[in-house]
Nanobody
Framework: QVRLVESGGGLVQPGGSLRLSCAAFGSILSINAMGWYRQAPGKQRELVATITSDGSTNYGDSVKGRFTISRDNAKNTVYLQMNSLKPEDTAVYYC??????????????????WGQGTQVTVSS
């Protein structure tokens, strides 16, 4: 099995910064893409940012220029640096690992995983 362990959420004032981390643990051979999604109360889950194993990134329109995603392939870890935070960034942030090649017994399976979520609150 694979576990995604998120950290770094919390309360921050508008204009402030936070850094989220998500590490994947398990019998992992490779991970295609890792990323962050968020869900605010009463809203659908939306894309924040993703990054592939070769470093290609994709950002949601609302965070472009403010958030930066990065990744350490050797540690199976993805980071999200969030700057110039706004109250509308308040949400539960979920880590996603897509296309995870996992050793299960004598086989390799390719699966997707989600973290448990970490709360980010932007408020004065």
């Amino acid at each position: 099995q694979v576990r995604l362990v998120e950290s770094g959420g919390g309360l921050v004032q508008p204009g402030g910064s936070l850094r989220l981390s998500c590490a994947a643990f398990g019998s992992i051979l490779s991970i295609n893409a890792m990323g962050w999604y968020r869900q605010a109360p009463g809203k659908q889950r939306e894309l924040v940012a993703t990054i592939t194993s070769d470093g290609s990134t994709n950002y949601g329109d609302s965070v472009k220029g403010r958030f930066t995603i990065s990744r350490d392939n050797a540690k199976n870890t993805v980071y999200l640096q969030m700057n110039s935070l706004k109250p509308e960034d308040t949400a539960v942030y979920y880590c996603n690992a897509d296309g995870v090649a996992v050793v299960t017994g004598m086989t390799v399976r390719v699966l997707d995983y989600w973290g448990q979520g970490t709360q980010v609150t932007v408020s004065s």
